[in-house]
């Protein structure tokens, strides 16, 4: 019994892991950063200053 929880375990472990890696890597896809800096600046700033505010908090 133990060893059938401790399977359980960490095959939990292993899914969180690799959910939390896969969402990671979705979140910081360049459209979604790019509609980021979009809506925390003004609507027509040029592709330049989006880009310095994606580098000035980070994301790069």
């Known amino acids: ?5 401790l399977r359980r375990l960490g095959t939990m472990a292993l899914t969180m ?8 890597f979705l979140i910081n ?5 790019k509609k980021l800096a979009i ?3 003004e ?3 040029s ?3 989006l ?7 980070g994301y790069r």
Not at 17 to 24: G, H, I, M
Not at 29 to 33: A, D, F, I, K, S
Not at 51 to 57: A, G, M, Q, S
């Open 1 to 5: 019994m133990l060893s059938f929880i």
């Open 17 to 24: 892991l690799c959910l939390t890696l896969v969402v990671f």
């Open 29 to 33: 896809l360049n459209p979604n950063l």
């Open 39 to 41: 809506s925390q600046t």
């Open 43 to 45: 609507m027509h700033t």
């Open 47 to 49: 592709a330049e200053q």
């Open 51 to 57: 880009e310095d505010w994606l580098v000035n908090h």
